[in-house]
């Protein structure tokens, strides 16, 4: 097993990037638009899903995926209307 | 050195990828039946599609070095038609007996819905009336836990059906475990936006162990890359695997699982 200090050694410029990356998408979120206009449904899921990462616990990728998932259980009635998928779920928005 | 890429699309790639994958040590492939961007308007543009996968595609390969094996369906997101996926999979049998076909795939859900329910349904019967091995496309992002959840209660439904003769493909953190726990293969797919990257691969080998467990590229005609599979060996080498464990999950276990078929060949 790699140390702690040997894993930072590896991945932490990649992973200092991709924090940076994150705050500044949530601040050109923020710029666009109009300022009383909330932002999209799968912005406020990411937000939301961040929590994770602050919260001490483990298991932090398994429950960023949980939080980006569709939690209804029924087969759905027809996919006519998109083959596609958004990322995040439209039930559960806030 | 030498690694087999068990899902990829080479319909949709070119001879410098194929030429790129030998170089990389790849020496062979097995292709998933799929959706081509595009809906097709009838069942012979599938059989046209099914002739690509036994015929073109194997020759192509072979001028590289590279084995090339195939699984026929039709793929969940072409699955709302429950009128042109009986006619797709009254086709299918005539091409079974080819030499390359290894079993029914990509099938599984995309969207969740009734209807590719059903067609799934009614392919696992297809594979369970024939003794076939089975590769499940699990849905894409938000549908993907759901999705996971409702294909293995359907495959639990039908009792002829050996999970050790299954693989569940696309697994990520939120769903790799149901998949192993019910007994079945579960693969990774390496891409640069969605699904598994190299490391996070490195990450679930690391916790999950290495039992029934492989990686692949998905290489398609969307944002995908035919050198995952070697990228995530070089990550497993930087993080200090041994070699044993780098040829185990990208050479042993595909070929572990695919060896169920007799017709599964990965020698050149
Ligand atoms: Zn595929």
Known sequence: ?94 | MRYIDPHIHMVSRTTDDYAAMARCGCVAVTEPAFWAGFDRSSAAGFADYFGQLTETEPARAAQHGIRHHCWLCINPKEAEDPGLAREVIAEIPRFLDRPNVLGIGEIGLNKNSRNELAVFEAQLDLAASRGLLVLVHTPHLEDKLKGTRMIIDAIARDSRIDPGRVLIDHVEEHTVAQVLDAGFWAGMTLYPDTKCTPQRAADIFETFGLERLWINSAGDWGHSDPLAVPKCRQEMARRGHTAQTIERVSYANPLEFLSQSPRFRADA
């Open chain 1, 1 to 94: 097993m790699s140390s702690k200090q040997r894993i930072a050694d590896l991945y932490f410029l990649e992973h200092r990037a991709k924090l940076i990356d994150l705050a500044a998408f949530l601040d050109r979120v923020d710029r666009a638009g109009e300022p009383a206009e909330p932002p999209d449904f799968r912005v406020r899921a990411l937000v939301r899903a961040a929590a994770v990462l602050t919260d001490g616990a483990g298991s932090r990728a398994r429950r960023v995926l949980e939080m980006l998932s569709d939690p209804s259980t029924e087969p759905a009635r027809s996919a006519a209307a998109t083959k596609g998928a958004s990322g995040a779920p439209r039930q559960g928005a806030l």
